[in-house]
């Protein structure tokens, strides 16, 4: 095996051109600790702000970016066990911050933190999937701990997030609410697992509270956090609410799984009516202003042969990407 890995090592705050590959020494395995051969990873707003040094005090240089990464486990600790070879996926936990992170060839990362799987799918698609998945499925799960029979507001449902959180929360049994601005994509909202897929128009808070008079829990992926209770009248309860979202005036990733509101009691008056076919609420037009830029979503950079590339569509973050490049192949 040899000595020295590529890897993106910052010394200091960069801008895009900065984000340079360069040669450095593979990092030694240590007990209860698992070295991974990083086959893809996704690229995170979070990066981008420590790349120009605007990271909290956890963030130390020099350092490796990257905060997610999936691969094969390399080599393994003593007191590990898990098969070389082994497709895993690793996120947070200091990766990136406070140990080296993803934006490597090889990173070593803690037992604990290591996630094995088995999958068909390309690295191209899992390569998106830690962070994004982490995001929806914690809120869910630990910031609402969403039970059967309840009713969810997700709204900003078509970003990658929402999308994830839409899927989750039908899995669970919840009768799931939706929002879009695009009547294009009310057939997608309703094909992940939506129960009532609506358009997000002045009309909005009339339409939840025909649909759920009593209140429902909120979660937004969307631009404005507080949507997700502004678009509830008075009258409706608003049991708990979980933000994640960008920032429109920081540019901060907002991810707040206990951000808590007036709790209503999970008592039959707060549970779902039962489960019928997907409804769909659309008004012909919308009236509310267009999106801004700011926009929750997911990228991963995936390796082939030779070189790093973007297998999804433009991003705030494609600059930093497009430098992910001349990174030596994987082994066969």
Not at 122 to 139: C, K, N, R, S, Y
Not at 188 to 198: M, P, Q, T
Not at 267 to 291: E, F
Request: aromatic share 4%; proline share 8%; glycine share 10%.
């Amino acid at each position: 095996m040899p000595e020295t890995m590529r890897a993106i090592r910052l010394t200091g705050p960069v801008d895009i051109d900065g984000l340079i590959a360069s040669d450095v020494p593979i990092p030694e395995v240590r007990p209860r600790w698992v070295r991974v051969h990083v086959m893809a990873f996704g690229v995170n707003e979070s990066e981008v702000t420590s790349r120009k040094g605007e990271s909290g005090p956890d963030f130390s240089l020099p350092r490796i970016l990257g905060i997610e990464a999936v691969g094969v486990v390399d080599a393994i600790g003593v007191g590990v066990h898990l098969a070389r070879g082994q497709k895993v996926a690793t996120l947070m936990g200091g990766l990136g911050r406070t140990i080296d992170g993803s934006y490597a060839e090889y990173t070593v990362v803690d037992a604990a933190n290591v996630i094995p799987f088995d999958t068909d799918l390309g690295w191209d698609v899992i390569g998106a999937f830690p962070e994004m998945l982490q995001t929806a499925h914690g809120a869910i799960t630990t910031g609402l701990r969403l039970a059967a029979g309840q009713r969810i507001l997700i709204h900003g449902g078509t970003s990658t997030v929402g999308l994830t959180a839409i899927a989750i929360a039908h899995q669970l049994g919840a009768t799931v609410i939706a929002t879009t601005r695009a009547p294009a994509s009310i057939d997608l909202l309703k094909r992940v697992g939506a129960d009532y897929a609506l358009i997000d128009d002045e009309g909005l808070s009339e339409t939840v509270a025909e649909i759920a008079p009593t209140g429902v829990v909120g979660f937004s992926s969307s631009l404005a956090p507080a949507l997700c209770l502004q678009c509830l009248p008075s009258s409706a309860r608003v049991g708990q609410c979980v933000l994640s979202a960008l920032s429109p005036t920081s540019g901060l990733l907002r991810s707040s799984p206990r951000s808590r509101f007036p709790t209503v009691s999970t008592s039959p008056a707060t549970q779902a009516a039962p489960r019928t076919s997907p409804q769909t609420h659309s008004p012909a037009t919308s009236r509310r202003s267009k999106p801004g830029p700011w926009r929750s979503s997911s990228r991963a950079c995936i390796r082939d042969s030779t070189t790093w590339q973007v297998p999804i569509g433009p991003s705030r973050a494609n600059g930093d990407l497009g430098r992910m490049s001349s990174f030596s192949p994987p082994p066969e």
